[in-house]
């Protein structure tokens, strides 16, 4: 028997309406002075933010110049912002995005270095972050849990993770009702993330027998849930089911890994500007084809939990896709250079995946998916 470490210290509250007493309960945390990060203006139009900072007991400082791939340049701002308000702690309000940029701008506004050289450098982060409280609007990414802030610097091309034990946040906060008027594209394009990290974290070589648990319930969760919001987006029920394997996932991110997917599409994700979900859809087919060789009973069961048809592992998984509109691949995503210029962009741990071992596998995986 494998054994295994789990950290689970990021405190918790999930649960339809649970924002306000939660945000009540984490007053301390919070402290007088917090800067608050969205994403872009669309919560604020919803009226989501202004409600939040109603519930707030402090002075809000409101950061909304974060896109979907949060850039070193946006991420400065809010350092900026933060460093001389003196801020007390960050709230990353939104999806992955809004929650890295705040991971890592509670690293900048307690640091003197650049937040570029923690990417590029791949530094060791300070002893002590500022308070992280992470409240997710998507059911996707896992963010609210896992310990990398992943951001992009577009002038040196790289995507890749600010990652440390200080950069998990110290509180999530997870309401399944801010998913309830989120467009299909973005409910499928996280649902599918969702998945990933349940069948990468499954197929990891870091899993273990917890991990394995929380994999095979998450993948039957989305084999229920994602067709059906596929058809009624209206479907509260699915919404609360899809914001709970997001968020259990979310402890898989943090103490298992990914495996080749997540790394080869952050090179997708910069060149075209497209949704990780988006990337890691086109790559699918073609990983689990290759990744059955060496793992073919994980890939089997991950199909079979999934509720996908009988077939060779990547007709399985396009078939289903295809049941719900939304297989792709790489080239509908936008212009690419060749596969091999986007391999030498792949950065990050490969050895969590055994596939990583096979010759000239990064270069196939991607001329496959195109
Ligand atoms: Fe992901």
Redesign the pocket.
Known sequence: MKSYQLSMNTRTYFGNKCVEEAVKKEKKIIGSKTLLITTGTALKELGFVDELVSWLKSEVFYYDKVTANPDVDEIRNAIKIGKENHVNSVIGFGGGSAIDAAKAAAVGIVSDIDIEQYLIQELILPVDTLPIIAIPTTAG?GAELSKGAIISSREKKKKSGIRGENVAPTVAIVDPTYTFKLPLTVTMETGF?VF??AAESYCAVKADMFSEMLSEKSIKIVGEALPRLAKNLDDHEAREMMSFASHIMGYNVKNIG?CLP?RLQYPIGVVTETS?GAG?IALYPAWMKYESTVNPMRIKRILDWLGCEEGRPEDRIRKWLNGMNIARNITDLGRVPSAEELADMVSGNLKNDKLADEDNIIVTLYKESM
């Open positions: 990414t993330d990933a990290h990914n997540h990780h890691l």
